[in-house]
């Protein structure tokens, strides 16, 4: 028993060495975490593009409707440009940064978090050309499917998809409409006019999905088969919430009073906003602008319920991996981890601010308890886990080299300009070697439920990043770095 006390005794230094390494890279992470975005660039790249290996793509994007749609973000490991989980990752980017822009600032990282909103939200512009038309996807998820081919080669179908008056999609338009309203908070200080033109399209987006309601997949139902909507009542009380953070206007105030507050929810995502809309309200009310009472009340007790279950004092818990992750669901976990750490992250600023804790079943929870459970699930993440391995991408000594990235597992254009085919790209996806190109800054989809990864190119469901979740670890990593 002696020598077992011992040598956990000794064991202390080193854990405390591997925490700490862990925390003083926070800097280093955040870094990679917006490079990540630059390598998921569609269109014409810039001339201070850092993500070298990548060259300009799909550049005839829109082409098919007259409109130029060659900018924006391919989701995942494809070449899609899926609108509705695009949208939410602009609003998530745009949120970290409006909470947190001196902390990025000081990390001289503001500049580069403000061209990843902007490369999103001037491709929104170009889609949303008149007040009731949105393009809401380019390319076909099922053709770039059965492919495997780098972005500058792309020879599949790039169809582009509209929701307007008589086809709606009131999900993906207020969402839009979230997005354009976060980000011209984010771009007020540094680009005022740039911030107008971002409101006007905000304003007339959340118009267009109130006076036209309906599921954007029964309108483009290319998209349903990949990011289907459960509603849109989360969505409409969302863009409200931003846009009155972003004008202060009574009419905004009013939808929420109104609208469906969405009881306690067990996650924040792409497809379910309600626990955003519910903390922007409970700042609100903490701040004394909304009454403690009614509506607003409900808001904030809805979302108290679902931080307390997060940070393991609610009556029902968020289920965690045996090594410590929060664990939601087995396809992309760690995107579902990063956003309800960016909800957790901003709620103990809030709280700070109004001097406030928070009551939860299991006890009393201070912001201090907020930020040090964001902190755990960042460790995590970035490596002190049992695995010892990061799931960012490039971070770390360890980390997955068989991401599920098509353009970062085949050799780079610039290497070698000869075009890579369809059906010819899988000799480099059943390759058994590291992906020549390193996908810096990419989260993939995580361990298992048991802390288990397998790093393999095939394993979509662990080694496959999005930007979605990418987008909500920038403001938390800005928040802990």
């Known amino acids: 028993m002696a020598s077992k006390t011992l040598l956990l005794l000794a064991l202390i230094p080193f854990l405390l060495l591997q925490k700490s390494c862990v925390a003083t890279d926070r800097g280093l992470a955040l870094t990679k975490s917006l490079l990540f975005f630059e390598a998921q660039r569609s269109g014409k790249l810039p001339p201070n593009q850092r993500v070298t290996w990548r060259g300009d793509s799909a550049l005839n994007d829109g082409k098919d409707n007259g409109v130029d749609l060659s900018g924006g973000y391919f989701d995942a490991g494809d070449n899609?440009?899926?609108?509705?989980?695009?949208a939410y990752s602009l609003t998530a980017i745009a949120w970290g940064v409006v909470e947190f822009s001196s902390r990025l600032q000081a990390k001289k990282e503001l500049g580069n978090a403000l061209a990843a909103i902007r490369w999103g939200t001037d491709y929104l512009i170009h889609a949303h050309p008149q007040p009731d038309v949105l393009y809401v996807e380019v390319g076909d998820g099922s053709s770039d499917h059965d492919c495997w081919q780098r972005p500058e080669d792309m020879s599949t179908p790039r169809p582009s998809y509209k929701i307007d008056s008589s086809h709606p999609g009131s999900d993906v338009a207020a969402e839009s409409a979230a997005a354009l309203a976060a980000a011209s908070i984010a771009f007020k200080a540094s680009d005022p006019k740039y911030s107008g033109t971002l409101l006007t399209?905000?304003?007339?987006?959340?118009?267009?999905?109130?006076?036209?309601r309906g599921l954007y997949q029964n309108s483009v139902p290319q998209a349903g088969q990949f990011y289907s909507s459960s509603g849109d009542d989360d969505e409409i009380v969302w863009a409200a919430a931003w846009l009155h953070r972003a004008t202060g206007e009574q009419t905004y105030l009013d939808i929420l009073s109104s609208g469906n507050n969405g009881g306690v929810r067990s996650m924040f995502s792409w497809d379910d906003k309600y626990v955003g809309a519910q903390l922007l309200v409970a700042k609100l009310l903490l701040e004394g602008k909304v009454a403690n009472s009614g509506p607003w009340a409900a808001y904030k007790n809805n979302v108290d319920m679902f931080v307390c279950s997060v940070v393991q004092k609610g009556n029902s818990n968020v289920q965690k991996s045996p090594g410590g992750i929060l664990w939601f669901l087995p396809w992309a976990n760690l995107q579902y981890v990063t956003s309800s750490m960016l909800v957790v992250s901003a709620y103990a600023d809030y709280l700070s601010a109004a001097?406030?804790?928070?009551?939860?079943?299991?006890?009393?929870?201070?912001?201090?308890?907020?930020i040090s459970f964001a902190n755990s699930q960042v460790d995590y993440i970035l490596g002190a886990n049992p695995r010892a391995m990061s799931y960012m991408v490039g971070f770390g000594t360890k980390y997955p080299v068989q991401v599920h990235h098509r353009g970062a597992s085949i050799v780079s254009i610039k290497a070698d300009h000869k075009s890579v085919g369809c059906k010819?790209?899988?000799?480099?996806?059943?390759?058994?070697?590291p992906n020549p190109n390193v996908l810096d800054g990419a989260l993939v989809g995580g361990p298992d439920a048991n802390d288990a990864y397998t790093d393999s190119r095939s394993n979509y469901q662990q080694a496959e990043p999005t930007i979605a979740a990418n987008a909500a670890l920038v403001g938390v990593l800005a928040r802990l770095a």
């Open 80 to 86: 899609v440009k899926f609108g509705f989980p695009f």
């Open 424 to 433: 010819e790209g899988f000799d480099w996806f059943n390759r058994n070697s």
């Open 355 to 370: 001097k406030a804790t928070l009551s939860c079943p299991g006890g009393s929870v201070s912001p201090q308890d907020l």
């Open 201 to 212: 399209h905000a304003k007339q987006l959340l118009d267009f999905a109130r006076n036209h």
